[in-house]
């Protein structure tokens, strides 16, 4: 049985956590997700979760204690943004190597400096390469659905690996939005139970977890993180699939609206993505063949679907939400622009940094850009491959 | 308190074939502590000596579960896993009693590891913490730290023309500990195994955080033979370098008060860190150094004398 409520983001991932059930949370308050962590609490004081809530003094103990707890065969999870992630990066990777499918609700915040509350995608981006798996969300419904399949996707025994559901700070986080929430049991049924693969409580199965690992293993543990991240692609889309069938929305590695015919196009992650359907929908009314890719999964990176997806376009913007300062443009235009570069026929692509720090990525802003992007498509030469927009 | 026949039928649970040191303290201290727990114990190990020499992939020294992820992190994992515990068991997913201790050198605890420690003391989880204190980075090299003693040379405040090694007292982590006011706080030193036999066993007695500081001689870091550590601990506790005492629920106990208090000089001598304060010109500070040595000592005594009945 589904439920019409009113939830902001973080109410939504809560309630997902509150599904979920885990075992353990170590969590740290932090702008704008401490209210994950509030709700969360709340549901512990009520007796409402079986969990253990360990109020843990940073964030780098949240994924400390976390991982240890995933360690010792719980369901562990932990929610944080921006500084509390940067503060995690540590242990990020050493999650993903010791294979603990860890799943965090990360709200997507700008990193200081200058200190700043609000959203940008720099605080996960600077993360993409730490063998989590990353899912972002265009609103409030998604976070929610999200959180539900990334417990799937993590605990698969051809996966396990971290994985972190992001929404847009603020935007998303702080954001009422209707949404559709399953009942329990059927959740609980989609979930399933977790089953650890090691486990650090199992007495008569004393493991050592953490080893030293040199020259001549460590490659090799390496290559098997990035081994079961292109092993989580199947996953992702069975379990969309799965997902779909059972609650109605289905889900894949990025959503392609008015895309297929499309002879120019705008690639975002995100709550941009809400702003860019109702462009995209204004310029169809007007004859002109506008299309979006909104990218949900972006580790695993799904390389060669975006770069058949987009292939057949003339010219296509990408709205990075984060900067590579002087690196090739953001990271998302440099990972899109790379998978298209063996494809004989591939549209010109440029770059658009905007929305750092909360700086409003207006309808205006995303109008200009297709509207740049269609002239590209129509056979003009780029002013620049990497711009800014919305800054002074 | 079990008896050293008692000691030697149990097992052995970080075996040998692991890679400290030659006279190293800290595997004597680890066996001893291990050796004092009955029944099922899970470790956690911070980054450092201990914990790189046991755990070489694909080998193990230990016998008993072991989990080691970062640096400053050992009371933080141990009291992820101590929730996991305490979640399971809840649940009744979980049957066995199992026991949690953290160790991390002075390096993981007093440094880095110092809030992490100080968040899991004051959560009150019900685990052992003990620190294996060698009063310097030993792992990477004899940097100092903040259990440095106050003119030890090390590699980051080495003693020159113009400076005399280290120019701050160590910090008294284990006051700092009973500021916490946690249950069982206490100090032993490698080498005593009554005593840290007796501590540890009293401590798994008690249900939630408990601390044990162990002074731990290192042979490569302080520079004495390296079948002298034992001795070295010895001499530490015999000169009031080092105090042996415990305190249990805010009160102070001395457990070890030297028949003959040495002078310092006699644990210092035999340190090829302590080399340069022998000069003539360092004698003011060897004289500081015995003064800072009988002020802790006068006020530990003072500290137990409070609570004599």
Not at chain 1, 269 to 278: D, E, F, I
Not at chain 1, 335 to 357: C, M, T
Not at chain 2, 97 to 109: H, L, Q, S, W
Not at chain 2, 134 to 162: D, H, L
């Amino acid at each position: 049985m589904t439920q019409i409520v009113a939830k902001t983001g973080n109410e939504a991932m809560a309630e997902a956590m509150r599904q979920i059930n885990p075992d353990v949370v170590a969590a740290y308050p932090i702008t704008p997700a401490t209210e994950i962590v509030m709700i969360f609490s709340q549901f512990v004081a009520d007796g409402l979760v079986d969990t253990e809530f360990v109020a843990v003094e940073s964030e780098h103990s949240a994924m400390s204690a976390t991982l240890a707890a995933s360690a010792a065969g719980a369901r562990a999870m932990t929610g944080t943004s921006s500084q509390g992630l940067c503060l995690m990066y540590e242990m990020l990777p050493i999650v993903s190597a010791l294979r603990l499918p860890i799943v965090m609700p990360e709200v997507n915040r700008a990193i200081s400096g200058p200190i700043n509350i609000h959203c940008d995608h720099s605080d996960t981006m600077a993360a993409r390469d730490f063998g989590w798996i990353h899912i972002f969300s265009e609103n409030t419904q998604e976070a929610y659905d999200n959180m539900l399949q990334a417990v799937r996707i993590a605990e698969h025994p051809d996966v396990k690996l971290p994985a972190m559901v992001t929404t847009d700070g603020f935007i998303i986080s702080h954001c009422l939005e209707k949404i559709e929430i399953q009942d329990d049991a059927t959740v609980k049924d989609f979930v399933g139970k977790f089953v650890p693969s090691t486990n650090l409580l199992d007495l008569n199965n004393p493991v050592t977890i953490g080893a030293l690992d040199l020259q001549n293993f460590y490659f090799e543990h390496k290559r098997q993180v990035a081994e079961a991240m292109k092993k989580a692609k199947p996953v992702i889309l069975e379990i969309g699939k799965e997902f779909g069938k059972k609650f109605g929305r289905e889900y894949g590695f990025f959503e392609k609206y008015r895309l297929d015919d499309a002879e120019f196009a705008v690639v975002c992650l995100g709550s941009t993505a809400g702003s860019a359907k109702a462009v995209v929908d204004d310029l169809r009314d007007k004859g002109k063949k506008a299309g979006l890719l909104k990218i949900r999964v972006f580790r695993p990176f799904p390389e060669e679907e975006i770069a058949q997806a987009l292939q057949n376009i003339k010219a296509v913007a990408v709205i990075d939400r984060s900067d590579g300062f002087a690196a090739t443009g953001g990271p998302v235009f440099s990972e899109v622009r790379s998978a298209l570069y063996d494809k004989k026929k591939k549209p010109v692509v440029v770059d658009y940094i905007a929305g750092l720090g909360g700086r409003e990525i207006t309808l205006a802003h995303i109008q200009e850009i297709f509207s740049e992007t269609e002239k590209i498509a129509s056979g003009q030469s780029p002013k620049e491959y990497v711009q800014y927009k919305g800054v002074r | 308190m079990a008896t050293l026949k008692e000691l030697s039928q149990r097992e052995d649970r970080l075996t040998g074939g692991h890679r400290m040191c030659p006279g190293c303290g800290a595997p004597i201290i680890v066996r001893q502590v291990l050796m004092a727990v009955k029944g099922p114990v899970i470790v956690s190990c911070a980054t450092g000596c201990l914990e790189v020499s046991t755990t070489i992939f694909p080998f193990s020294a230990w016998k008993t579960p072991f989990i080691h992820s970062a640096f400053e992190n050992s009371a933080a994992t141990m009291s992820g896993v101590e929730a996991a515990y305490t979640s399971l068991k809840r649940q009744g997913k979980l049957k066995e009693e199992i026991k949690f201790i953290a160790f991390g050198g002075d390096g993981g605890t007093y440094d880095i590891g110092f809030q992490s420690l100080s968040g899991a003391m004051e959560r009150g989880h019900d685990m052992l913490y003990v620190c294996y204190d060698n009063e310097a980075y030993m792992n990477t090299s004899i940097q100092r730290s903040s259990a440095t003693p106050r003119g030890a040379s090390t590699t980051t405040e080495p003693a020159g023309k113009v400076r005399q090694g280290k120019r701050m007292s160590r910090k008294d982590l284990t006051e700092c500990m009973v500021a916490h006011n946690i249950p069982y706080a206490a100090q032993s030193v490698c080498g005593d195994w009554r005593d840290l036999t007796r501590k540890v066993e009293k401590a798994m007695s008690i249900k939630g955080p408990k601390f044990i500081n162990v002074l731990q001689p290192c042979q490569l870091g302080w520079g004495y033979p390296m079948e002298k550590t034992v001795e070295m601990g010895k001499l530490a506790i015999d000169t009031c370098f080092w105090n042996l005492y415990e305190v249990e629920n805010g009160k102070y106990t001395i457990s070890y008060r030297p028949k003959e208090k040495r002078p310092l000089v006699d644990f210092l001598k035999p340190q090829a860190r302590f080399r340069h304060l022998f000069k003539p010109e360092n004698k003011a500070l060897l004289e500081e150094l015995q003064a800072e040595v009988d002020r802790n000592w006068e006020l530990l005594q003072k500290k137990a004398e409070c609570f004599k009945p």
